[in-house]
């Protein structure tokens, strides 16, 4: 009579075992099999099947699990943890299958793994009679059903019978057919699915043998330069369809496709729905519509211009004429104005920022001459959508209007749109004024004022309107020097304003 089989035992060894491992982290070798079942009877007596799966298992009875495993085997390289672990989880399941199936047939689980506790096991029990288990595992099992050509490779998997393989193909066993595929996995896929006939003999079953026509057929394809593989695509993807996330066909089902397909020319793969697509295709006809636009204002700017500065950018280039011919909004202004900017080409209505303009004045900006059919705008606010968008006429302190905020640039009169209500102010002479600032405390002497109250901040707004060069004498010991003579600009009393710098001549 045959002795009933008991559950693997660990045994004490008195020095620690070694067992290798091949380039994607598999354990083979002669010891193959035994590391591959102490680990299962470590993890079975560490980890508790009350845990749903191995996700839930906390990461310090992994770590724990882990240190007992170096206890029994030699395991220099810490690297090889994450590899060691999806052994002790498969083999976990393993026993949790064991384990259902007893309970299933009705035999006390208690009688084999005399370990277990009564209570975990009652524990157990509950679970997998649940709906919720029942239903899962019904899905699972009906799954499986649609495995068509399963492996024949037993548990020492494709990495097992590699060697035995290598045999057959150097002593020309094989059938001829299979000696011209070129791709390993895909040998090995064929291989692994073989079945003995009456003699004995490793025969390719009829369901198998439409796949290696095809495998062969595909391989002369790419030998020849007719056929080229996708990115992420080898032999036998390439015949059978795309690999599952997770595991690798022909190499193991707890190796995923980075380890898995090693070698192949790997990209991403992204699915997009047909409605993405749509949508995708709609938004790139819309932006060569407005190309399109954009490269028909361009040239009618550059037919109607001449020969435009370097660095005039964006398609706004300079005019040989004067001034425009027909006198606007912006003609009229005599101060700074609040206003409105568009990007100055296309349909000219995507507003991107908002600030002052300033009167053409003397022509200058930075004490260089504005360019034609420009003027001089302070910039205070900027959508966000257009921060990195280059101005018109770059510097080397401004190259965007994210660097413009706060500064004064040009900016082409075109795509300049003055704000439609502005509060009547009035104006005073545009007589030349020469302030004295006096010692902090003291009243300022500012003419054409009867008001002896101090009022810098007014005077400041109301010296804007004459956009002219305002000199300023202040009284000896101000700036810690004696009497201190210099001219402000009307955009330096804006930079003082807005608590930045006043660059003072040296």
Known sequence: ?????????????????????????????????????????????????????????????KDML?????????????????????????????????????????????????????????????RISSEEFQEISEKARASSMHNKNPARVGPLGYRGKKAEWEQEMASGQLTPQLYQIKSERSLHYVLGRRSKNELGLNII??????????????????????????????????????????????????????KGMQGTDKKKRKKHENETIVKLQTTIDLMGSQLAKLQAHFDLLQGSRNHAPDDVSLGVQQ???????????????????????????????QKCAKGLVFPYGNGLIHTLPLRENHLKVLIDDIDSRYENFPVPVMTKEVANLQGAVGTVIQWPRIAIIPAKEQREKKQIPTTSLVPTISRAGTKKNIPNQTSSKARPIEYLRDCLKTNQVVNIVSDSGILEVGTYDFSVTCEEYFRLLRNKQLMLPS
């Open 1 to 61: 009579m045959r002795k009933k089989r008991t559950a693997t035992r660990l045994v004490d060894h008195k020095e620690p075992q070694e067992v290798d491992f091949n380039n994607i982290g598999q354990h083979v070798g002669k010891k193959q099999s035994k590391f591959a079942n102490e680990c299962g009877v470590i993890t079975r007596s560490m980890i508790s099947v009350e845990y749903t799966s191995w996700k839930k298992v906390p990461i310090a009875q």
């Open 66 to 126: 882990w240190s007992a495993i170096k206890k029994h085997w030699n395991i220099p390289n810490d690297n090889r943890k994450k590899d060691v672990l999806k052994t002790c989880n498969s083999q976990w399941r393993a026993f949790k299958k064991r384990l259902k199936k007893k309970c299933d047939n009705q035999r006390d689980p208690l009688e084999t793994y005399s370990y277990l506790e009564r209570s975990t096991l009652q524990s157990f029990r509950q």
């Open 319 to 349: 005019n040989n004429c004067g001034s425009t011919p027909t006198l606007d909004a912006l003609d009229a202004i005599q101060m700074p104005t609040p206003c409105e900017l568009v990007l100055p080409y296309g349909e000219l209505d």
């Open 205 to 258: 079953p009829p369901t198998i043998q439409p796949i290696v026509d095809k495998l062969v057929d595909v391989q002369t394809q790419i030998s020849e330069g007719d056929l080229e593989l996708n990115p992420g695509e080898d032999l036998l993807t390439k015949v059978i369809g795309p690999e599952n996330p997770g595991r690798t066909r022909a190499v193991g089902h707890d190796v995923g496709l980075r």
